[in-house]
Protein backbone atom coordinates (compact mmCIF):
# COMPACT_ATOMS: atom_id res chain seq x y z
CA UNK A 1 0.00 0.00 0.00
CA UNK A 2 2.94 2.26 0.82
CA UNK A 3 4.28 2.12 -2.73
CA UNK A 4 0.99 2.34 -4.26
CA UNK A 5 0.60 5.73 -2.57
CA UNK A 6 4.94 6.97 -3.50
CA UNK A 7 3.72 6.16 -6.86
CA UNK A 8 0.57 7.80 -6.82
CA UNK A 9 1.61 10.78 -5.52
CA UNK A 10 4.41 10.97 -7.57
CA UNK A 11 2.04 10.63 -10.63
CA UNK A 12 -0.07 13.21 -9.72
CA UNK A 13 2.77 15.51 -9.10
CA UNK A 14 4.46 14.25 -12.81
CA UNK A 15 0.47 15.42 -14.65
CA UNK A 16 0.55 18.57 -12.76
CA UNK A 17 3.36 20.10 -13.93
CA UNK A 18 3.22 18.19 -17.15
CA UNK A 19 0.08 20.30 -17.51
CA UNK A 20 1.18 23.72 -16.35
CA UNK A 21 3.58 22.94 -19.80
CA UNK A 22 1.80 22.19 -22.18
CA UNK A 23 -1.18 25.19 -20.80
CA UNK A 24 1.43 27.48 -22.24
CA UNK A 25 0.87 26.01 -25.35
CA UNK A 26 -2.21 24.82 -25.32
CA UNK A 27 -4.74 25.77 -22.88
CA UNK A 28 -7.91 24.02 -23.17
CA UNK A 29 -5.38 20.42 -22.98
CA UNK A 30 -3.45 21.57 -20.18
CA UNK A 31 -6.01 22.39 -18.20
CA UNK A 32 -7.69 19.12 -18.95
CA UNK A 33 -4.42 17.73 -17.75
CA UNK A 34 -4.42 19.61 -14.40
CA UNK A 35 -7.84 19.00 -13.81
CA UNK A 36 -7.81 14.90 -14.43
CA UNK A 37 -4.67 15.25 -11.93
CA UNK A 38 -6.16 17.13 -9.23
CA UNK A 39 -9.09 14.48 -9.36
CA UNK A 40 -6.95 11.65 -9.30
CA UNK A 41 -5.49 13.55 -6.35
CA UNK A 42 -8.45 14.10 -4.12
CA UNK A 43 -10.80 10.99 -5.59
CA UNK A 44 -8.05 8.22 -5.23
CA UNK A 45 -4.74 9.46 -3.50
CA UNK A 46 -6.46 10.93 -0.44
CA UNK A 47 -9.05 8.33 0.62
CA UNK A 48 -6.25 5.85 0.08
CA UNK A 49 -3.76 7.89 2.34
CA UNK A 50 -6.84 7.99 5.06
CA UNK A 51 -7.28 4.65 4.85
CA UNK A 52 -3.73 3.50 5.15
CA UNK A 53 -2.97 6.18 7.97
CA UNK A 54 -6.18 4.90 10.08
CA UNK A 55 -6.39 0.49 9.30
CA UNK A 56 -5.03 -0.31 12.16
CA UNK A 57 -6.20 2.56 15.24
CA UNK A 58 -9.28 2.75 17.27
CA UNK A 59 -11.59 5.93 16.57
CA UNK A 60 -12.41 5.34 20.30
CA UNK A 61 -8.55 6.70 21.72
CA UNK A 62 -9.37 9.84 19.79
CA UNK A 63 -13.06 10.18 21.06
CA UNK A 64 -13.88 12.90 24.04
CA UNK A 65 -15.27 9.89 26.31
CA UNK A 66 -15.71 10.42 30.39
CA UNK A 67 -12.95 8.10 30.86
CA UNK A 68 -10.50 10.14 28.10
CA UNK A 69 -11.16 13.52 30.35
CA UNK A 70 -10.19 11.73 33.51
CA UNK A 71 -6.85 10.40 32.00
CA UNK A 72 -6.47 13.82 31.17
CA UNK A 73 -7.13 15.65 33.92
CA UNK A 74 -5.20 13.42 35.92
CA UNK A 75 -1.59 13.26 33.37
CA UNK A 76 -2.55 17.39 33.93
CA UNK A 77 -2.36 16.99 38.00
CA UNK A 78 0.70 14.90 37.19
CA UNK A 79 2.12 17.01 35.43
CA UNK A 80 2.21 20.02 37.61
CA UNK A 81 3.71 18.30 40.47
Do not use: C
Amino acid sequence: MKYILIVLFFAVLIGLGTGFYIKLNDEATGNLIIGLSLMAGFFLLMPLFIYHRWKNRSVKDYMLTKENIKKMQDYQKDKKI
